[in-house]
């Protein structure tokens, strides 16, 4: 089976059965950190170039199209307490693409609040405070009690589709740090231990 053998105090290489390829870990901790920070970044620091490429497309293309679905306002910490918002703290699974919504929370936490950073829409907590109207089908005006209810109203489906996908992104880069950190899973076909290592396909052969 495979078995990871520290050549340094931070430097691991996994090291496979004969004929499997070496993988070098390098520094398992920093790696993890890289795979954290940018999805697929701590693979590229280990040399498994091809892995970081498609976790990096599949995890951030993933919440990218989440943040789409909700039209930028899926992904924000709430004010004044950050534990309001829950789903956040799963967002912030792939890293830095989520950290932009920490900055606009203090920025909101401002008295006055100061502008949005970005936009108006992107990563932004939502308001408490103020005159939140919009329209329904009918075309009826409806007052809203705050301007997440409003989001809510307006974005209908796509708010909650918006946000279960870029905690999927999350929880999947979690996958991704645990390979980073500990390397793939090998798994080898079952030995036989009716037989020794030593031993053959051979027949005895019969006498003639």
Same mark, same amino acid.
Do not use: M, S
């Given at each position: 089976m495979a078995k990871q053998l520290p050549t340094t105090e931070s430097h691991v290489v996994v090291v496979a059965e004969p004929g499997e390829p070496e993988i070098d870990l390098k520094d398992p901790r920093l790696a993890a950190f890289l795979a954290w920070l940018v999805p697929g970044l701590g693979h590229v620091y280990q040399g498994r170039t091809g892995?970081?490429?498609?976790?990096?497309?599949?995890?951030? %293309?993933?919440? #990218?199209?989440?943040?789409?679905?909700?039209?930028? @306002?899926?992904v924000y910490a709430s004010t004044p307490s950050i534990l309001t918002r829950w789903q956040y703290f799963f967002q912030? %699974?792939?890293? #830095?693409?989520?950290?932009?919504?920490?900055?606009? @929370?203090?920025?909101?936490?401002?008295?006055p609040p100061k502008p949005p950073l970005i936009s108006d829409n992107f990563m932004r907590p939502p308001a408490t405070r103020g005159d939140f109207r919009s329209r329904d089908a009918a075309g009826q005006e409806?007052?809203?009690?705050?301007?997440?209810?409003?989001?809510?109203?307006?974005l209908a489906d796509m708010f909650e589709m918006g946000t279960v996908y870029t905690i999927v992104a999350g929880l999947l880069n979690l996958l991704v740090i645990c390979d980073a950190f500990g390397g793939p899973l090998v798994i080898f076909p079952p030995v036989d231990k009716k037989k020794r290592p030593d031993q053959g396909d051979t027949k005895a052969e019969k006498p003639s």
């Open positions: 892995k970081g490429v498609l976790f990096f497309v599949c995890i951030v %293309g993933t919440f #990218l199209y989440g943040v789409y679905l909700g039209d930028g @306002r899926v912030l %699974g792939v890293g #830095l693409p989520a950290t932009p919504a920490l900055v606009q @929370r203090e920025r909101a936490l401002d008295v409806v007052v809203h009690p705050d301007e997440l209810a409003k989001w809510n109203h307006d």
